[in-house]
């Protein structure tokens, strides 16, 4: 189930390498985290090889994630979300998600904080993830969605290039 998700998050993304991305303006990718963005990476990355896709750049939201790409000899390079201030698309997973009102938990895996950093700065967000995960509401799965807690050093860069008419930060 989750390579079909994974393919459905491909197909999704192969109308954005139409745009004519070059060097001085490359497709930034923002990657994820979870056991779905697991599988969908390798089918990404041969997808990236097989049509020889020039000038992306990836961030990864998580030490998993970076890990992943790192693992699979990826020729792209990885950058820091400061380097590049708007991600093109984001393909990350979730951890539970309502039919009827559409509300989504994330954070299961620990690395809830950086993802919604380069969510925020994303012009598009690919969630992905399989139908156990799926209810009518939220909080009705028998797994606890833990809260964490992490110091992100370069959320002030990232900040300051939100539109803070649309975001309220407490001091």
Request: with cysteine; net charge neutral.
């Amino acid at each position: 189930m989750k390579k079909a998700v994974a393919h459905a998050a491909l197909d999704e993304l192969k109308g954005f390498f139409d745009q004519g991305f070059t060097e001085e303006r490359p497709f930034v990718f923002g990657l994820g985290t979870g056991s779905t963005v697991a599988e969908f990476w390798p089918i990404f990355h041969k997808y990236l090889q097989t049509t020889n896709q020039k000038n992306v750049v990836i961030i990864p939201t998580s030490h998993q994630s970076k890990q992943l790409v790192l693992s699979s000899s990826c020729r792209y390079p990885l950058v820091e979300p400061q380097q590049y201030p708007t991600v093109d698309c984001l393909v990350d997973g979730f951890d539970e998600i309502e039919l009827c009102q559409g509300g989504m938990l994330k954070g299961g895996g620990g690395a809830h904080t950086l993802e919604k950093l380069v969510a925020q700065c994303s012009k598009h967000t690919i969630y992905i993830g399989t139908y156990e995960k799926v209810g009518e509401k939220l909080g009705n799965r028998e797994v606890a969605i833990p809260v964490e807690a992490e110091h992100v050093r370069f959320a002030k860069a990232i900040k300051a290039k939100w539109d803070l008419s649309l975001l309220t930060w407490a001091t």
